[in-house]
């Protein structure tokens, strides 16, 4: 299934859905739905948001695929819930990043062609610890965005630059989970864009710290949750996933590559995420950036300079949908 949080027109407060063909089904609405037509309110136990459904989620997933499965097959947009229409089309809803809420988002730096791509820049080989431990840092969990929403252009730089990554959300939570058994935490998969000033990014790493104010502005998410049944048939003999991963800026493709590529499987990011510590349902786990996935690895000098005002960054990842964002 493909799970979306958006809200609607005048409205306080998010919502969650997902997504059947090109309508997003309102979890709420149709739960009155099932009850007003159907006699079952059994689907009321379903939290109101999708942070709180993670909390118990393999239940709660059991009970969303089973009201999925019970609404009708043709004509959905005229069927409502409380007087309300349970299906709504994209355009007429604004898409947040599936969890707009987690406590915490770890990005991990993965993908061994950006790593060593970015290393060179600095005169350094990749250290040989890379390769035996999946390494991150903590970004802003309070500064996300979804598919679609506007990007502040962020105080104090000029050299504004995406990052083409891939993320997981966690189920459950849990602490010092065995990658063995990390597979049963990963609740979905989205498309992450790490929004990175690397002027200001450069200014904190010469100091061995960070990076901190170089990232925190922005990161978007979305425009789904994919949950890992949808992915089953992209797997390959050595449990690699393969979805290509594109990036065009102002309609220029100049970003290509695959998830493929990721060195460190998200089973071990768990696992080294969740050593002394406890990881909660929602938090997110950034892949980090795709080979090719950035400007600062391309050259501005290459790709039309860093981000301006008024550029478009459109994301796509195969199966996982379409993520972008304008920045203003």
């Known amino acids: ?136 840092y903590f970004s802003n969990p309070s500064a996300l965005y979804g598919h679609g929403e506007d990007i502040p252009y962020p105080k104090g730089t000029e050299e504004l630059d995406f990052e083409l990554e891939f993320a997981i959300i966690i189920a459950n939570g849990g602490s010092d989970i065995a990658q063995k058994d990390a597979h049963k935490y990963i609740a979905g998969y989205t498309i992450c864009n790490d929004w990175s000033a690397r002027d200001l990014q450069r200014e904190e790493m010469a100091m061995s710290l960070g990076p901190a104010k170089g990232k925190d502005f922005a990161n978007s998410f979305g425009p789904y949750m994919v949950t890992p049944d949808e992915l089953e048939d992209a797997w390959d003999d050595d449990r690699k ?54 400007i600062l690895e391309l050259r501005p000098e290459n790709v039309d300079g860093w981000i301006k005002k008024g550029d478009t960054v459109k994301m796509e990842i195969e199966r996982l949908g379409i993520l972008e964002n304008q920045i203003v």
């Open 1 to 136: 299934m493909k799970f979306a949080t958006y809200m609607l027109d005048g409205a306080a407060h998010s919502r969650f859905g997902f997504k059947k063909d090109k309508y997003i089904i309102d979890v709420i609405r149709a739960s009155i739905w099932a009850n007003e037509t159907k006699g079952d309110s059994s689907f009321f136990e379903i939290p109101t948001s999708l942070k709180g459904a993670l909390e118990n989620w393999d239940a709660n997933l059991s009970k969303l695929k089973e009201l999925y499965a019970l609404l009708p097959e043709i004509n959905i947009h005229s069927h409502s819930g409380g007087g309300n229409p349970i299906a709504l089309l994209e355009k007429d809803i604004q898409l947040l990043a599936p969890v707009p809420n987690p406590q915490s988002f770890r990005d991990f730096y993965a993908f061994e062609q950006h790593v060593r791509a970015a290393r060179k820049l600095r005169g350094l080989e990749i250290h040989p610890d890379w390769f035996k431990i999946p390494v991150f």
């Open 241 to 294: 996933l393969h979805l290509r991963m594109t990036c065009h800026v102002n309609g220029k493709l100049i970003s290509d590559g695959n998830t493929n590529d990721l060195y460190h499987p998200f089973t071990k990011m768990i696992e080294r995420a969740s050593m002394n510590a406890k990881l909660l349902p929602g938090d997110i786990l950034g892949s980090g950036t795709v080979g090719t996935g950035c």
